[in-house]
C-alpha cells in the first residue's frame, strides 16, 4: 500500500527550550534509572557467587524482553505512535498493557513524545537528539548521553502536550485510564508478575525474589537501554540508505536488538511504514509479527513505501 507521509510540523511552532520538571519527576526518573542498574548487578552477583541462576529465571528474562520489548516496538511505535496497521480493539488493549509493562511511559505520554521528536528530529525542540548541543568531541559526548538518558530528566513526558500530539489517544479510554494509574499499577506489576511466577514454580521467598531480579529488574534495564540506543546510536553511528533531513542511522546491532527498530534511517524515510527492515536482508522481527497478523485477518491497512517513493529517497 502507498506510504501515509509524516508532515514535519515546522521548528519555529516550537519551544526550543527543554520544560523543566519537578524534583519529584527528576527523583522518579532517578530511581528508575538506578534500580534497574543495581537489580542488574545484584542479579549478577548472586548467580557467580551462589549460583542463583537457572532457566526458570532466564526464561522469565528473555520472556518478558519479548513480550515488553515488541510491547513498546510493534504496540506503542508502529501501532500507535505511526498508525502503521489496523486491528481490533482486543488486540489493541493487549499491545498497550504490553507497552505499558516495559516501564517507558504510559502510551500518551510515550507516543506524545515520539510524535514531537518525528516533528523537528535532530532540531532545536527534538526532546532527545544527540545534535543540539553545539560542536566539538565534548559536546558530543553531552549530546549522546543526553539523547541516551539524560532527556528524561526534562519535563518531555510530562509535560509534551497531548492534545496537540496525540488527540487519538486522548479519546482511547484505556490510553487515559493507563495514564492515570500507570505509576500505581503497571509499575508494581511489571515486578510483580515474574516474581509471583517464580515464586509459585519454586515455592520458595528465594524464588521469588530472584523472579523480581531476573525478570523484573533486570528485564526492565534490558528493554530501556535497547530503546534508549535508537535515540543515542542511531543518531550517530551507522548508514543511511535514504534521503532524509536529519542524522537518523540504520545500525544492525541495534535493530537484532530491538526487533527491528534500528533500521532507523529507513524508519525516517517511511515513519508510518510497517516495515522498518526495507531491504530483504534486514531482520525486523517487528515486521514479522505485524506480517503473520496480517496474514491470520488480524491486521489490515498495513502500511507500506510504494516502491516509487523507495527508488526517489534512495541515495
Not at 209 to 216: H, I, S
Request: glycine share 8%; proline share 5%.
Amino acid at each position: 500500500m502507498a506510504q501515509i507521509e509524516h508532515v514535519p510540523e515546522p521548528a519555529s511552532a516550537l519551544s526550543t527550550d527543554p520544560p523543566e520538571a519537578t524534583i519529584w519527576n527528576k527523583l522518579a526518573m532517578l530511581v528508575a534509572l538506578i534500580g534497574p542498574l543495581a537489580g542488574l548487578v545484584g542479579a549478577v552477583v548472586s548467580a557467580w557467587r551462589h549460583g542463583y541462576m537457572n532457566w526458570l529465571y532466564l526464561s522469565l528474562m528473555v520472556l518478558g524482553w519479548v513480550f515488553t520489548g515488541t510491547g513498546i516496538t510493534v504496540g506503542y511505535h508502529r501501532l500507535f505512535s505511526h498508525k502503521a496497521f489496523d486491528t481490533y480493539r482486543w488486540i489493541r488493549i493487549y499491545w498497550m498493557v504490553m507497552g505499558a509493562l516495559a516501564i517507558q511511559a504510559s502510551p500518551l505520554a510515550w507516543c506524545a513524545v515520539h510524535r514531537r521528536h518525528h516533528a523537528i528530529t535532530d532540531r532545536p525542540g527534538d526532546p532527545h537528539s544527540p545534535h543540539i548541543h553545539g560542536d566539538g568531541w565534548w559536546n558530543s559526548i553531552k549530546g549522546f548521553w543526553y539523547s541516551h538518558t539524560g532527556w528524561l530528566f526534562t519535563g518531555y513526558l510530562t509535560r509534551t502536550d497531548h492534545k496537540r500530539y496525540a488527540p487519538d489517544l486522548l479519546d482511547d479510554p484505556l490510553a487515559v485510564w493507563i495514564h492515570q494509574y500507570y505509576e500505581t499499577v503497571f509499575v508494581p506489576l511489571s515486578l510483580a508478575i515474574p516474581a509471583v511466577i517464580a515464586g509459585l514454580v519454586t515455592g520458595t521467598w528465594q524464588g521469588a525474589w530472584l523472579g523480581f531480579l531476573w525478570g523484573g529488574l533486570v528485564r526492565i534495564c534490558l528493554v530501556h537501554h535497547i530503546t534508549w540506543s535508537v535515540n543515542s546510536i542511531c543518531h550517530v553511528f551507522g548508514s543511511c540508505d535514504y534521503k532524509v533531513n536529519d542524522q537518523s542511522r540504520n545500525n544492525l546491532f541495534v535493530a537484532l536488538a530491538s526487533f527491528g527498530e534500528g533500521w532507523h534511517n529507513n524508519h525516517h524515510a517511511f515513519p508510518s511504514s510497517a516495515r522498518q527492515g526495507l531491504k530483504w536482508w534486514q531482520l525486523d522481527v517487528s515486521w514479522y509479527i505485524i506480517r503473520t497478523m496480517q496474514f491470520l485477518g488480524l491486521a489490515w491497512n498495513v502500511q507500506l513505501p510504494s516502491e516509487q517513493a523507495l527508488a526517489a529517497r534512495s541515495q
